[in-house]
């Protein structure tokens, strides 16, 4: 828990992660949040379509996962995930991108991803098991 951070109320918000979704798109922010909603017990605590407002929401909502788009306006996913890991260095990150490549993921583990997920790739089975397999605070 961060310094003046409330506890989650209830018992269900302590045992669950909650994720932040950021995309430009709102269909890919709703996509992924009904991925989420249909398919765990996990909690969405909100949705940015740009990297400025996510580090806002990250200072607001805590938000134990991340998931960040790479190209959007204002500021990319990977600046965005260098604030993220300043700010807040024991929040997850995945990146949820068409543009995935190895140069991509060494930048982005570079920046603090834990894992780079395309968007090409099956959504339900590729993201769900990417978020399964992040132990959060690990």
């Known amino acids: 828990m961060w310094p003046g951070q409330q506890p989650a109320k209830g018992m269900e918000a302590a045992m669950f992660p909650s994720i932040l979704i950021v995309d430009d798109s709102s269909f890919i922010r709703v996509l992924v949040r009904r991925c989420i909603e249909a398919n765990t017990a996990w909690n969405v605590c909100g949705e940015a379509e740009n990297g400025k407002i996510a580090v806002e929401k990250v200072i607001q909502l805590h938000p134990d996962i991340v998931i960040l788009d790479l190209q959007m306006p204002v500021m ?3 600046e965005t995930a ?11 990150l995945l990146m949820f991108t068409m543009h995935k490549s190895e140069q991509l993921a060494q930048a982005a583990k570079a920046a603090g991803i834990r894992d780079v997920v ?18 959060v605070g690990a």
């Open 76 to 78: 990319d996913g990977l």
């Open 82 to 92: 260098r604030q993220i890991t300043k700010i807040a260095p024991n929040t997850v």
């Open 118 to 135: 395309s968007k090409s790739d099956s959504v339900t089975e590729h993201l769900l098991a990417s978020l399964r397999s992040m132990e």
